[in-house]
Each structure stands twice: as C-alpha cells, then as structure tokens.
C-alpha cells in the first residue's frame, strides 16, 4: 500500500509560539521545531508530510472570516496532492475556523484535521506533540471524510465543536454530539457517526469571500429592542440570537418583539440557537418561544454557535435568496444538527 501524504498547514497559534518578555508570542520556522521536539512524525511508519507555514503567524484572536475562505482555497487548491490535511490553529477561534471549513468546503471528501495545543510545543510539558501525532494518525486510518477537530483526548465533529476549557487540556467538546474517536492507547473510532447518506453539500468548490455581515446576541434580562436595532442599522445579513433554554426570549417586551420583527421583514435571517451547552431549541414548547417563531425566527436546533454563525456566513456567500437560506439553516447539511 503507498504511503500516504498529509498537508501540515501552520495558520499560528499557541502550537508554535515561543517566550517573549511580553509573554507568548507568534513565532516562525515551525518546521525546524517539529524535527526537533517532535522526530516521530518522520518515521517510515507515518505519512509521508509537508509543512506550510503562514507568514507572519497569525494569532487566532485575529482571525476574520476571511481567513476561513482563504484557507478553505487553499485547501482545495491542492487536494489533489494530499491524503488530507492537518491545520494547527490557535484555540481561541479553532472551533470558528473547524465549523466554517465544514461548510465552505462542502462535497471535498478528504479528511482536514484541525487542531493546536494549550501549552507550546517549545516546552518541556506540552500537548501539541500528541494532538499532532494523533491528528496525522487518524488521517492514516482512511476512516475520515470530513473536517475534524483532533484535541486532547477525542476527535470531534468540527461544526460540533467548542472550546469549553481556557486551561485544561482538553479545552474542546461537542456538547450534543458523541466524539468520532477516543484516543488511548489507540484509536477508538465510533459506529454510526457518519454524515448523513444524501446530506446537501454546499458546492463543488469554496465560495468566494462576501462581507455578509452576520451578528451573534446573547439575550440578557432587560435586553432593549434597541440592541437588535443598531446590529440591524450596521447592515447585517443575519444574525445568531442566542436565546434561554429552549428557545424563550422576552417576548411579553413588545419593543424586544417589534425589533426582531422589523429586523426579519428588512430580511435579516435570525437564527435561534440555546445558551445551553447541552439540548436543542423548541421554539414552540413555550409561549415565550411560539412568538419568535410567529415573528418569522428560524430554529439552529442544537447547533453550536459557532456553527449557526459560520454556517449562515456560507450560506449568503452563495449568493442565495433569504427564504432559502432560511430553509437550509434548518436542514442538515454537514452533520451540524439534529433537527427535533
């Protein structure tokens, strides 16, 4: 059997910084750095890789959406070359990137494993020398065909994903999803987690990018209509309300309401999704939940937030009417939800 080959892209990160007298700062020359603290990824026994490096490094803070369709391109672009890919990414943003290439990339078919660490791997005691021998590992299997977030102890769904942890090293979850593999002393892969058979896919290649404009609120007690109104007023496309529980808002505020309202008929998608970790939104199992869905609020199931956010980004970037993309962000197209 012929070796396979394995993409390491290095967007940035804690993965790869190193000491500096303001703290941990990007660094260059990852390369350099894996064959010293990290020889093991070069033995026969492994794919065969090649490293690319962005430069300058970037800290995941500042990551855009931009940067998602251009690594989605360059992902793409050379597909042809590559078993899979693994992207080291910095953590504060991974579970954005790891959902948002889930859809850009639609239909691709190879594995792309996002991972990084916690704690630098120019130190002594540092996790990103396994979650990268395990994350090139898993692509050795041939059992994956879809975005992955590789991380402590678990491969997880990437639009499943987020971080749940600033400290601990296993600073991700996927809250309402079973992990696609344990990593023990092997890996465990699961039974059943597979995409769903005829799931929509999103294209053959990424859409460019569009400066869609799409918002996240967290509903607070004593929110003021006015909040929705200025997020409107900004030009936004859509947005991603976070509501309580299973999807109540405080819709007795007939200001609150009015708001939603006007934002939804200017043709804003507003997409509801819980606060909760764990469950799914029911917008009609409350009162308080009926009269968003009543305003023409649509439900994110149990999706993450940062998958709503990333996937109605997609979507506008297709181009595609807002009573479509309404439709499609109720619908399964990459394993982001299970619809109740």
């Known amino acids: 059997m012929a070796r396979k080959t394995v993409s390491i892209i290095y967007t940035g990160g804690t993965f790869g910084m190193r000491p500096s007298d303001r703290g941990y700062a ?8 894996i064959r010293e603290r990290t020889p093991e990824i070069g ?12 430069d300058p490094p ?15 391109s360059r992902i793409r672009q050379s597909g042809d070359r590559f078993d899979g890919f693994v992207v080291i990414h910095g953590t504060d943003t991974l579970a954005y990137t790891a959902s948002a290439l889930s859809f850009l990339l639609g239909d691709f078919g190879k594995p792309v494993i996002v991972t990084g660490s916690q704690i630098p791997l120019c130190e002594v005691r540092s996790d990103a020398q396994l979650n990268l021998i395990s994350a090139i590992q898993a692509i050795a299997t041939g059992r994956l065909e879809e975005v992955c977030v590789c991380f402590g102890r678990h491969i997880l769904r990437g639009n ?16 309402n999803f079973p992990p696609l593999a344990e990593i023990g002393t092997d890996l465990r892969f699961g039974e059943g987690n597979a995409l769903p058979a005829g799931a929509e896919r999103l294209g053959d290649s990424a859409p460019d990018y569009r400066d869609c404009g799409i918002a ?3 509903l607070f007690p004593g929110i003021p209509g006015a909040l929705v109104d ?61 009269a968003l869905l009543d305003a023409g609020v649509v439900s994110g199931f149990d999706m993450t937030s940062e998958a709503a956010f990333t996937k109605l980004h997609a979507l506008h970037a297709l181009g595609l009417a807002p009573a479509r993309i309404a439709a499609l962000m109720q619908e399964n197209l990459r394993g982001e939800l299970t619809a109740t």
């Open 160 to 175: 499943r994903t987020t971080k749940v942890n600033a400290t601990e090293l296993d600073a991700f979850a996927s809250p």
């Open 43 to 54: 033995a026969d026994t492994m794919p065969a890789y090649e490293l690319s490096e962005y």
């Open 26 to 33: 990007p660094a260059s020359d990852l390369g350099a750095l």
């Open 230 to 290: 200025a997020m409107v007023d900004t030009g936004i496309a859509g947005m991603v309300l976070r509501c309580y529980g299973v999807g109540t808002a405080p819709t007795s505020d007939a200001g609150f309401l009015a708001s939603v309202k006007r934002a939804i008929d200017a043709g804003v998608i507003i997409t509801a999704v819980s606060q909760c970790q764990e469950g799914s939104v029911s917008l009609g199992r409350y009162a308080a939940g009926s």
């Open 58 to 72: 970037l800290d995941s803070a500042n990551a855009t959406p931009r940067h998602w369709y251009e690594l989605a």
């Open 216 to 218: 996240v609120l967290r």
